[in-house]
């Protein structure tokens, strides 16, 4: 019998046509949407590093895919398409599978189909309603699809209920009440089996676990479609058939449209799951189908047929990769007894191995060009808002609020989340511990200090000290702030659930009062056993003081973190710069060189210093000849007094209490505005 004798015998046995699915596995699928790409195809710029680097290669992935030079060299940038002309579709009730290997382009097409990502050519549709505008594309695309990205990452400190029932509250539209809010977080608990873990820190539970609450997050909202970025990463191979079946099982009974990434399933995975199989290679669509129809294709069609008994998720890998066990190793010798393959050895033949998997994913490619998934679509699966049976509520962008809750409501829910997070994070037995030891050392240090003329360095560098250490805790614990949420928060701001200006309002508010309440603790410690003056009212404008600075310390860390992400700069930049803040600030140089004494009107450290002096010393301060205020108190004016206001401007103080103050809040205030617009205008891929 000849191969295509057996390739039409192989593909009549399982009785399955090319590209379709067969039917009676799922239900009607009325009610849902059917999800249509056609022809899409995505470049990026990236830079050119042909030119340079050890490696002098211009692609990651070793081999650069339809590299085009733009017409202006100078920029040093390439332009590379990353998704050529890909086709396929999705119907309520399946679940699709992208596969491919690393660089092959499953994640970038599920940007694009998610809406997070633009495409340069081709057209989306939904019940074969087109989204045109990108204005449509994207309310539609954020209000109907779901997208349940490879990490998983949320706030460690949050209990399982909680991630869930702030999605809730956020994500869900007024018009559920919000008792009905937190009936459909237990309901989602129930269905993905979550219960056992309700209580539970997410940093406490598996990565089942894990993952099934990610999973939950985004279906709370309850999405006509859902993709699924490769869920299975990272799970044991009893975890990752679990989870399939669960999405299975959602798919059928809810009518939803599931289309997941996965490297390399499991044969009863890839064989029973899986409704349509669309395979990925360098941005090329090489098939697309039932995963049993596959093996027909590969025999009679390409010539490239799957060896008996082996995993055909495996050798559809095999095929697609660089270096494959069916071009180097133990299983090509195997091959190669058979009659399979024609296998090169390792040895002075390797670059002719890996011209030759250049040469079958070539092959593959070229081969897939001949069919027409986009009409074949249309017989296949017929009209695809008859099968909706017209339900295409929800595809009028102009009926589509961009956010569901007012802004009010999204500030006061992030408020009480990010107050949560910030005493998981800030008010541990540690911190709190610090606070009161370090009170008690500088309490020791300077303990019971008389009011007269020879305490008065040591009552400024009491008061020096305080600003200085909690404005840099302030400003370090600020500075990484916004890094360490960075990826939680890009990707609830691209699922649309809330504005960035409640986000950082929120965090603003949250942040304040757990703050300043660490070196409240550490004053009330040190300062009575200082004793600098016993009067409540000169200890709470000290304290006053010293929170401002801790508050303007906390904005010039937002700024930074803000506007450099990658940690290792902001640290270098925070360090410098505070540091820089601190020498101008008053204390260590009386007169600084005339070009950097501009320094000092933009230190915390000074205005915190120069208010808080002023306060302790409002009273006149008796001399003892010690000389330690020599212009002031001359030799021999032991007994006599000096005005307060004096001794404030014999340590270099400028101006008012109230201008202090002043310029303490406006330092607490600008700072966080501009935080604000460098949030603004960071964009990861997502959306602003």
């Known amino acids: 019998m000849s191969p295509k004798d057996q390739a039409a015998a192989a593909t009549s046995m399982v009785n399955v046509p090319l590209g379709s699915s067969d039917a009676s596995n799922h239900p009607d699928a009325s009610g849902g949407y059917f999800l249509k790409w056609s022809h899409l195809t995505k470049t990026v710029e990236v830079k050119d590093m042909s030119s340079g680097g050890i490696m002098g290669r211009s692609s990651i992935a070793g081999k650069a895919v339809d590299v085009v030079k733009k017409v202006n060299d100078s920029s040093n940038t390439t332009s590379k398409t990353i998704l050529h002309s890909v086709s396929g579709y999705a119907a309520p ?5 992208l596969m491919g290997p690393s660089g092959s382009g499953k994640t970038s097409l599920m940007n694009v189909l998610s809406g997070r990502s633009p495409f340069q050519s081709g057209q989306l549709s939904i019940n074969d309603v087109p989204l045109v505008s990108k204005r449509d594309l994207k309310k539609i695309l954020h209000h109907q699809v779901a997208y349940v990205k490879q990490n998983d990452v949320f706030f460690g400190h949050l209990t399982v ?3 869930l029932t702030y999605t809730a509250l956020l994500r869900l539209p007024n018009s559920t009440s919000t008792a009905n809010k937190h009936k459909e977080v237990d309901s989602i608990i129930s269905q993905l089996r979550l219960n056992k873990v309700t209580d539970s820190p997410i940093k406490m539970v598996s990565g089942g676990e894990r993952k099934r609450v990610n999973i939950a997050t985004e279906l709370l909202t309850n999405p006509k479609i859902v993709l699924l970025d490769e869920p299975t990463s990272g799970l044991d191979s009893s975890s990752a058939v679990r989870l399939i079946h669960m999405l299975q099982r959602i798919a059928r009974e809810q009518q939803k449209t599931i289309i997941t990434s996965i490297h390399q399933p499991s044969s009863e995975v890839f064989m029973s799951c899986f409704d349509h199989l669309l395979m990925l290679s360098e941005g090329h669509v090489v098939y697309f189908g039932t995963p049993k129809a596959s093996l027909g294709y590969l025999q009679s069609e390409v010539g490239l047929p799957c060896p008996p008994g082996y995993n055909a998720a495996d050798h559809w890998m095999d095929l697609l990769v660089n270096d494959t066990p069916f071009e180097f190793g133990d ?10 393959y024609d296998v090169i050895i390792p040895g002075p033949d390797t670059v002719a191995a890996r011209r030759k998997g250049s040469l079958r994913r070539a092959i593959l490619q070229e081969a897939w060009k001949e069919h027409d998934v986009t009409s074949a679509d249309e017989t296949e699966h017929g009209n695809a808002s008859e099968k909706s049976n017209g339900d295409n509520a929800g595809l009028d962008a102009d009926n589509i609020e961009k956010y569901p809750t007012s802004w009010w409501q999204q500030y006061t829910i992030l408020t009480h989340r990010a107050l949560k997070n910030s ?43 305080g600003c200085t250490f909690w404005v840099f805790d302030s400003m370090f614990m600020a500075l990484m702030a916004f890094p360490a949420e960075r990826d939680v928060i890009l990707k609830e701001r691209a699922s649309g659930s809330y504005r960035l200006s409640a986000y950082f309002m929120a965090k603003t508010t949250a942040d304040a009062p757990t703050r300043i ?4 603790l550490y004053l009330f410690v040190s300062y009575w056993m200082v004793g600098i003056d016993k009067t409540f009212v000169v200890f709470i404008g000290t304290v006053g003081c010293t929170l401002l600075s801790v508050m303007a310390g906390e904005a010039i860390g937002l700024l930074i973190g803000a506007a450099f992400y990658d940690m290792q700069q902001a640290l270098t930049v925070m360090t410098v710069f505070a540091l820089f803040l601190m020498l101008v600030g008053g204390f260590f140089v009386d007169n600084p060189p005339i070009f950097i004494a501009w320094g000092k009107y933009i230190s915390p450290f000074k205005y915190a210093f120069d208010a808080s002096v002023q306060i302790i010393f409002h009273r006149p301060l008796p001399c003892d000849g010690s000389g330690g205020l020599a212009g002031i108190c001359p030799s021999g004016s032991e ?13 270099g103080v400028q101006g008012s209490i109230g201008f ?17 617009q460098c949030l603004r205008r960071k964009k990861e891929g997502e959306r602003e």
Do not use: H
């Open 331 to 340: 299983d090509a010798a195997t091959a190669n007894a058979q009659g399979d």
């Open 423 to 465: 005493r998981s994070a800030i008010f541990t037995p540690l911190n709190l511990i610090k606070s009161f030891a370090l009170g008690l050392v500088a309490g020791l240090l300077w303990y019971q200090l008389d009011y007269t003329e020879a305490n008065v360095y040591n009552m400024t560098s009491f008061v020096f000290f």
């Open 161 to 163: 209920k909680d991630q």
């Open 517 to 520: 309440l660490l070196p409240l």
């Open 93 to 97: 009730g399946q679940v699709i599978a």
């Open 660 to 676: 202090n103050v002043g310029l303490l809040v406006v330092m607490a205030l600008v700072p966080r505005y501009f935080a604000y």
């Open 639 to 651: 007994g006599t007094f000096v005005d307060g206001a004096a001794v404030s401007e014999a340590v």
